[in-house]
T-cell receptor, first 115, second 114 residues
Framework: SAVISQKPSRDICQRGTSLTIQCQVD?????MFWYRQQPGQSLTLIAT?????????ESGFVIDKFPISRPNLTFSTLTVSNMSPEDSSIYLC????????????FGPGTRLTVL | KQEVTQIPAALSVPEGENLVLNCSFT??????LQWFRQDPGKGLTSLLL?????REQTSGRLNASLDKSSGRSTLYIAASQPGDSATYLC?????????????FGSGTQLTVLP
């Protein structure tokens, strides 16, 4: 199994600012993903973080708003740019390795509140 | 569009009761199905994973089944305890996805009353 940590665990931000969330995995993994969970909702995939190349975004999410980096096999960042109150959500990082069962593990999440 | 649905949205049972949570998916071509637990304000804990070639998986008081032909999975919890209270999420990796991303259901919020 993989143990995933995220920083910060929570933050309160002002409208128009940006926040970068870090995700660290304790072992090398093939796949890393970023999800958003809006209040009272289930998880929605934002993008797949690709090592050394641009992330693959899902419909409705764009790089200018959610730039993602993945410089190596164990680390990724998600930035929420030019925030508005509608961005208030829990942001979760997940990771897994291709082959075998392909179990995905999740970080504890970052709870973001935008005022 | 590939979708995952969970019924019921909420369930309340007395302690000690056995219960079943349901998950359905629109495309039978799946890679695997995973059940998660989420406590309020927390991340997700993986409970069970069923690969497409399997029909069920068991861990302690939990048993998950998979019927691809009917597009259904169930999570059976035996002898429920108040500590089982949480939201249970079903998630599917559809075979058509190239990057193994999970598609989540909306979850079942379980309350076990002492």
């Amino acid at each position: 199994s993989a143990v995933i940590s995220q920083k910060p665990s929570r933050d309160i931000c002002q409208r128009g600012t940006s926040l970068t969330i870090q995700c660290q995995v304790d072992s090398q993994v093939t796949m890393m993903f970023w999800y958003r969970q809006q209040p009272g909702q289930s998880l929605t995939l934002i993008a797949t973080a690709n090592q050394g190349s641009e992330a693959t975004y899902e419909s409705g999410f764009v790089i200018d708003k959610f730039p993602i980096s993945r410089p190596n096999l164990t680390f990724s960042t998600l930035t929420v740019s030019n925030m508005s109150p509608e961005d208030s959500s829990i942001y979760l990082c997940s990771a897994g390795t291709l082959g075998g069962a392909d179990t995905q593990y999740f970080g504890p999440g970052t709870r973001l509140t935008v005022l | 569009k590939q979708e995952v649905t969970q019924i019921p949205a909420a369930l309340s049972v007395p302690e000690g009761e056995n219960l079943v949570l349901n998950c359905s998916f629109t495309d039978s071509a799946i890679y695997n199905l995973q059940w998660f637990r989420q406590d309020p304000g927390k991340g997700l804990t993986s409970l069970l994973l069923i690969q497409s070639s399997q029909r069920e998986q068991t861990s302690g008081r939990l048993n998950a089944s998979l019927d691809k032909s009917s597009g259904r999975s169930t999570l059976y919890i035996a002898a429920s305890q108040p500590g089982d209270s949480a939201t249970y999420l079903c998630a599917v990796i559809f075979s058509s996805g190239s990057a193994r991303q999970l598609t989540f259901g909306s979850g079942t919020q379980l309350t076990v009353l002492p």
